[in-house]
């Protein structure tokens, strides 16, 4: 079976879940965070060298307060709950605002937890237009456009998974995301089943890579 | 019935069908000017405002020769073809190259054909670093990154149908792509059928609209 180097992660649909359950929509986030931990489990364990989650989103933060201090609140418990595991951890997203939240400062240069291993990058308070702006401000206009990027210690990436139904990339790496292949998943990202990332493993095993040539 | 303001195409699974048909790969290219301006007629009549095909891309031209010449006859040929339409026609692509087609020259520059209407861009010899390469010049930091880009002339995209399979963007306008909604269908490209942009508009339909939000 042929692995993905670089899964990235949409968990979508908290808000929707919530709903669902008769609760009100803030109240969603706090059911991915375990989901979260799983995932991380079973992309190490099957070999994956770097995995992305989408925390939230500049974009993210015009939703009203109660729901922008719920997502806030659980990416921080996230990045926490990771850095108790083995993992490069990154944090990528525009750290000159105030909706960046003070406590994940300290994991804005990668660092290693335990013993290291795969590499962790979580976006928060990420933007495109934040990502791409760094191209206006370089030097050399030779130098590839993945290392000019504010992202830039971010890789490629393979295979982006959503969950919650949605078939788009609202935002998620544009450049990163260039060749990636799209596996879209109904469930809401709090019903996260692992049968749900096997069954993108495979898919993706079946998918040819040409990079676009 | 919702409808997408700009339909972006990428019609793709044309190598495919020739050798299923048991011609060679080049083969398939002719086969796909037919569907092109059916769909042409079929968002015009939709009321869609642009519409944007996915001609050749700079990453395509490394194929071999035969294919390269094949595909890059079949764009010229469906331009010229959509010129003679009711069509605000621009040709968009890295026009300083070897692989671009001169007698698609005239068209880099939007211009109305007929009695104009739709907005028409074709993709040739595009490449989405080539066209990301461009923030790279830019004198004003704080404009908007869509006016910057060398395909500045061509709108945010809605919805992306995809014929042949695949789920993936292949270095298709990365920003204009941000928020589109993305439809795949099985079928490779030369077996266009008016169903499947049915399907795609009644889908597209029934997705809700947050531009990230």
Redesign the interface.
Known sequence: MRIPNHVGIIPDGNRRWAVDKGLSKENGYISGIDPGLELFTLCKNAGIKEVTYYGF?V??T??PAEQRKAFTEACINAVKILSNQDAELLVVGNTKSDMFPQELMPYTVRKTFGNGGMKVNFLVNYS??WD??H????KS?SNN?NN?IQSYDVSRVDLIIRWGG??????FL??Q???????VIDEYWPDFKPEHFYNALSWYSD?DV????
Chains 1, 2 share one sequence.
């Open positions: 989103t974009d993210n015009k939703r495109w237009k791409l702006d191209l206006k401000e370089v206009r456009i000019q949605r078939r788009r990339l609202s935002g544009p450049v995301s260039i060749y990636s292949d799209f596996y998918q040409t990079l676009g040539g």
